[in-house]
């Protein structure tokens, strides 16, 4: 039998895969990772419930009746009604929206460019975009904050709301998913993590206090005199604003705000601030899916700055740029010859940062006609269970003029479609893959498909080429052609090393530039490159009172404010809903709703779960593994208790991405973030109650 050399994507780090194909060429082996996610990448190529051939829906939206129709009628049909709706209602009431997975974006990001609609949209409305842009708002770049590689130097480490162990591959080996001798670790967590169980001190805040946490933490730091003083005095834009914002968090101001005690706070913050080089690791989530998540996240990053550990080895290094492909997505085309996208209107600091419209909005723009009307919708990857409130979601997809979805399965998604398309897999499809990596070092390789597709599924990227050409842009989207798409992408790779990308199925380690330019300038390698331009911001300098924020009518201070919903801010809400809703933490056997359908997945966690302390239980008159119903002024859903030590008192952490116990029916979608736009799935008000 033959072996072939593929990438996984059941999530997206991309890791190095061995294929075994039987003598007909159908995979019968995967080899990689020690990962549950690749082993079962072959159960979803092969389940039975997959889609694999184009469908039409023939009953009413939401009803699950489709018949099977050729690709020809297919994107004939697609091609029509979006041209239909530009030309009677404009191309921007067209939006295009890019869920998982991620590699034809830039192929359905041009497509709707082109089509004249700057309405492009991604996951990323709701996931990991406001840290980025929160910390280049305040740093001017992003900086690496959950590295897979651990440095030597690292003499503290602050655990802030991630559990490697669940979340990162290689998981419970990961370098950092362990307590090392002699360097103090710090968790701040509403939940028992492995980690937090080998933490010198574990802050088990209440969920969405985040941010007056790492203002009390800034406090004792001033008050000790254990800041930085002299990189303050250089590189800090509005310290002398912000030490006086964060006198008023004393100890113990903020510990009954948190929930916590005074002596571990004050514990946290001198290991933090005294043992430097320290590095805080975070998830690219967990601090801004709130509703003052962006601010409580730059709180949180400021701690790298006050104390001297901003791109210091050992601490937290800017996240660089390496060798990429060519943009083929034509967003500079949007930037200058379409109308605002979605978002620009509400959220414009995160639009300036983030190369797509705000997803979050969408709902509101298909019923209510703002900030924007859309009447039609191509999406890839989509599920409702993504959105807050998930259920006007389903109302918004059903009120389209017209919806096209592509998938590996059926969800409440395409359950509402007119037309559904069958997704060729990773192990199906061809791609140039540009993975970042560490801060430094990334890697670029050219992976062929492993095996032909099953029945008719055909890779994303190469049915809106085929949309592109069908809409009569033939020239700008190749003739149809994804291999000369990526070759035209990987234009932007040196000649030097693009045969080598194209034909090692290893790929190529490539290195971000600024190495070299540092040791040219007589600096140690890779350190402190603040010296040599300054912090690419609006002052030069880090940003503590961001002028950025200022312009756009945010206060420039990362301020804290109470969560919308909570015990303190709606007290009378709390009555009812007594429990501080949480939902999210990761695990290693499913990524998102994706790995719901595969049984050897499932049998991990064959139920979705609701963890509750069990003083709360026993309130409650709740046994574990009993049925319960778990409500908010949004709706009720069911969930099993999972009844635990693990979890905060007062607090009710739900599993999310779960079709049929959907967390997100509970959200919040009105109280977004308002200068990310995310939507506050951490921390929210809830009741729970046995059923039956």
């Excluded at 159908?26 to 990448?41: A, F, L, S, T």
């Excluded at 530039?513 to 007589?522: A, I, K, Q, R, S």
């Excluded at 693990?646 to 739900?654: E, L, T, Y």
Aim: hydrophobic share 40%.
């Amino acid at each position: 039998m033959a072996t072939v050399k593929s990438t996984c994507y059941e999530c997206d780090a991309n890791c190095a895969i061995d294929v075994t194909l039987d003598p007909g060429g159908e995979p019968v082996k995967i080899d990689g990772p020690d990962c549950p996610r690749c082993y079962v990448q072959l159960d979803r190529r092969n389940h039975p419930d997959r889609l694999i051939h184009p469908l039409r829906r023939v009953g009413p939206r939401g009803g699950g009746e489709f018949e099977r129709i050729s690709w020809d009628e297919a994107l004939d049909t697609i091609a029509e009604r979006l041209s239909a709706t530009r030309a009677q209602h404009g191309a921007e009431t067209v939006a295009f929206f890019a869920g998982y997975t991620k590699e034809a974006r830039p192929q359905l990001q041009r497509l709707a460019h082109a089509f004249g609609s700057p309405n492009y949209m991604t996951e990323s409305g709701c996931c990991f975009s406001s840290t980025k842009v929160a910390e280049e708002v305040t740093f001017g770049t992003k900086i690496k904050t959950s590295s897979t590689v651990a440095s030597e130097a690292t003499r503290c480490l602050l655990v802030w709301s991630t559990n490697p162990r669940g979340s990162i591959p290689p998981f419970h080996q990961h370098a950092l998913a362990q307590a090392k001798p002699g360097r103090p670790m710090i968790v701040v967590d509403p939940r028992v993590t492995p980690l937090a169980e080998q933490a010198e001190v574990h802050l088990q805040i209440r969920p969405g206090t985040d941010g007056a946490l790492a203002l009390g933490m800034h406090h004792l730091i001033f008050a000790h005199g254990w800041q930085d003083q002299a990189f303050l005095d250089e590189w800090g834009n509005g310290v002398e604003a912000f030490r006086d914002y964060v006198a008023a968090f004393t100890p113990e101001r903020v510990a009954a705000i948190c929930g916590i005690a005074v002596a571990d706070l004050e514990r946290a913050a001198r290991l933090y601030a005294t043992h430097s080089p320290a590095q805080i690791m975070l998830s690219p989530t967990s601090t801004v899916q709130h509703s003052n998540g962006f601010q409580n996240h730059r709180a949180v990053i400021l701690l790298a700055a006050v104390t001297g550990n901003i791109d210091r080895e050992g601490g937290n290094r800017f996240f660089n740029d390496k060798v990429t492909p060519k943009p083929i997505d034509l967003f500079d085309h949007c930037l200058k010859n379409l109308p605002p996208r979605i978002g620009d209107e509400t959220f414009p600091v995160w639009t300036r940062h983030w190369p797509a419209a705000q997803s979050m909005l969408l709902p509101d723009a298909i019923l209510e006609g703002r900030p924007q009307p859309i009447r039609a919708l191509l999406a890839m990857g989509i599920n409702t269970v993504m959105w807050p409130h998930s259920q006007r979601m389903e109302q918004a997809l059903g009120a389209l003029d017209f919806f096209a979805a592509s998938d590996f399965f059926h969800n409440p998604a395409t359950r509402m479609a007119d037309i559904v398309l069958p997704a060729a897999t990773n192990l199906e499809r061809t791609a140039l893959i540009a993975y970042p990596g560490c801060n430094f070092r990334g890697e670029l390789r050219y992976r062929r498909a492993a095996v032909k597709p099953r029945g008719e599924a055909r890779p994303d990227a190469e049915v809106f080429l085929d949309l592109g050409v069908r809409l009569g842009m033939a020239d700008q989207f190749w003739n149809g052609n994804l291999e000369a798409c990526w070759a035209e992408a990987a234009e932007g790779i040196p000649e030097s090393i693009r045969e080598q990308v194209y034909n090692d199925p290893d790929g190529v380690t490539v290195f971000a530039g600024v190495l070299d330019e540092l040791v040219e300038h007589g600096f140690l390698e890779g350190d402190r490159q603040y010296r040599l331009r300054g912090f690419k911001t609006r002052s030069g300098k880090v940003e503590f009172d961001a002028g950025e924020l200022r312009d756009a009518g945010h206060e420039g201070l990362p301020v804290w404010c109470e969560p919308a919903e909570s015990p303190l801010s709606t007290p009378e809400l709390a009555r009812d809903y007594p429990l501080v809703l949480t939902s999210g933490a990761r695990h290693k056997h499913a990524t998102h709703s994706q790995h719901q359908y595969l049984e050897r997945m499932r049998r991990a966690v064959p139920d979705p779960l609701v963890e509750l302390h069990p003083s709360d239980a026993a309130d409650r008159g709740i046994d574990d593994g009993d049925v319960v119903e778990v409500s908010s002024p949004r709706g009720r859903v069911r969930f099993v208790a999972r009844v635990t030590n693990r979890i905060k008192p007062g607090v009710a952490h739900c599993a999310h991405g779960w079709n049929h116990a959907n967390v997100n029916e509970l959200t919040d979608d009105c109280k977004l973030d308002p200068i990310s736009g995310f939507p506050a799935f951490k921390s929210l008000l809830c009741q729970v109650a046995r059923v039956g």
